[in-house]
Every structure is written in structure tokens, then in C-alpha cells.
């Protein structure tokens, strides 16, 4: 039997993708402090998917005495300037929020603006939003792979380590590492999977900012409305999915 292994932080399909190949591949959220170990030299190359992640590590003291905001809003900085929607988001949270920056709601605009994927052209923007789900329905299937095989391999070495346990001349110490082993992998894949719904909830919430902003209905501002009412209802939907994997693999624990 193959047991899936975490990997290092690689850039994958989409831009916030943790997933690749079937395989558990950003970094192991069980333990924080050895993830910003790893994601540090990625990030530090230029890779704006592991900045983002250092940004959130630091914004949430993940594995750290505290937050961090002031190292958090830098990191974000290099991935937004790198063009990462994600972490345009999470810099004008930080803006609107006056954490680790100054409170400016025009930045914090500014920023959603960058981030939210909204566009004068229509067909641009179509494009982009079916690209986008495209994107994202591979992921969600990688995503559940990886959960079924995890669960399956779950449930044998659990059957394992009950009929070792029943033997006392057979050491039960082999299927328990297995078993535990397997736990921490599901656990971080749920916290992965919930992380990446925290992220589409963030865009949400900058979108629900931009549309309150557009003043009037002129052809231009109703246009972007009815575009942001598109991708709120399609990151929705995406947001329901991530949880509806994660409450799946929490099941299984």
C-alpha cells in the first residue's frame, strides 16, 4: 500500500491551489512552525503563492507567540506586487483594518479593486470567471482524491492495528504509527481545505466593499455590479464546496 506524504510548497493549476498530481503538496498545517521554515526559501525566490502563505502565517500567528502584522502586510506586499489576487485581498484587509499599516480605506480599496477580478471588458471578464472555475473544479477534484484515498487508507489501517491489538504476541506499534500518521495528514488537508474557504469568504467581503462604492447605476457601475453579483455567486459556491470537503475529511477522524 502507498501512503500519500506532505511535500513542499509548490506552484500549482491555480493561483491558490494546494493541491497537484493527487498528491498532498503545500505544507503540513498541523504544525506551523515547521511550515514557515519550509515556505520561507520559496518565498524569498519570489514565489508568490508560499508569500502569501508566510502573510497568513504571520497575520495569524500561526505557530508564533502572536501576530505579526507588520511582517504579514510586507509579505502580502511582495505576492500582490507579484500580482497574487489572494494576497491583494488580505493587503487591503490589513489597510481597511489599520493592521500593521495605516488605516486607509482608499488603499484598502484600491487594493480589492486589484484583487477582485472585475474588468471593463465583459467577454475579458467571462473568460477569466470560466478559466477561473475551470481551474478550481480541478482542484476540488484533486482535492477529494486525495481526501477518499486518505480515508480509505484510514479505515484499513485502523481494521490493521484493532486485529494486531487483539493478538498480545503481535506488537501493534507498526499500524498505530500508520494510523496516527494518516490522522495528521486528513487534519491537515481539512485545515487546508478550510483555509482555502477563509480565502474565497475574504473575497467575498471585498467585493460586498467594492459594489457598496459604485455610485449611481451608470452603464459602467451597473455593468461592474452585475459582475461582482456573478462572482460572489460563484465563489459561494466555491467557498460551500471547500467546507463540504473539509466537514468530510473531519468525519473521518
Not at 12 to 29: H, K, P
Amino acid at each position: 500500500m502507498t501512503y500519500l506524504t506532505p511535500r513542499r510548497a509548490v506552484k500549482a493549476t491555480q493561483r491558490d491551489c494546494a493541491i497537484r498530481g493527487g498528491e498532498y503538496v503545500l505544507f503540513d498545517r498541523s504544525d506551523y512552525g515547521s511550515a514557515l521554515q519550509a515556505l520561507l526559501p520559496k518565498a524569498r525566490a519570489g514565489d508568490a503563492v508560499a508569500q502569501t502563505y508566510v502573510g497568513e502565517i504571520y497575520e495569524k500567528g500561526l505557530g508564533l507567540p502572536g501576530p505579526d502584522y507588520a511582517s504579514a502586510a510586507e509579505w502580502y506586499r511582495k505576492a500582490a506586487n507579484n500580482d497574487h489576487g489572494p494576497a491583494q485581498i488580505s493587503l487591503g484587509s490589513l489597510y481597511e483594518r489599520g493592521l500593521g499599516v495605516p488605516n486607509d480605506k482608499s488603499e484598502a480599496l484600491n487594493w480589492y479593486r486589484r484583487g477582485s477580478g472585475l474588468t471593463q471588458d465583459k467577454l475579458i471578464f467571462e473568460s477569466a470567471m470560466k478559466a477561473e472555475r475551470a481551474a478550481f473544479n480541478r482542484e476540488l477534484a484533486l482535492r477529494n482524491q486525495v481526501a477518499a484515498s486518505l480515508n480509505q487508507q484510514l479505515r484499513q489501517a485502523r481494521q490493521r492495528q484493532a486485529t494486531e491489538s487483539s493478538s498480545p504476541k503481535a506488537p501493534a506499534t507498526a499500524a498505530a504509527a500508520s494510523t496516527k500518521e494518516l490522522e495528521r495528514l486528513i487534519e491537515s488537508q481539512r485545515r487546508d481545505a478550510e483555509r482555502a474557504a477563509a480565502v474565497k469568504d475574504e473575497q467575498i467581503k471585498a467585493l460586498d466593499k467594492l459594489t457598496e462604492e459604485v455610485p449611481g447605476q451608470s452603464g459602467d457601475s451597473s455593468g461592474k455590479a452585475a459582475q461582482a453579483g456573478k462572482l460572489k455567486l460563484s465563489l459561494r459556491q466555491q467557498r460551500d464546496e471547500l467546507l463540504d470537503t473539509s466537514r468530510r475529511l473531519a468525519a473521518s477522524k
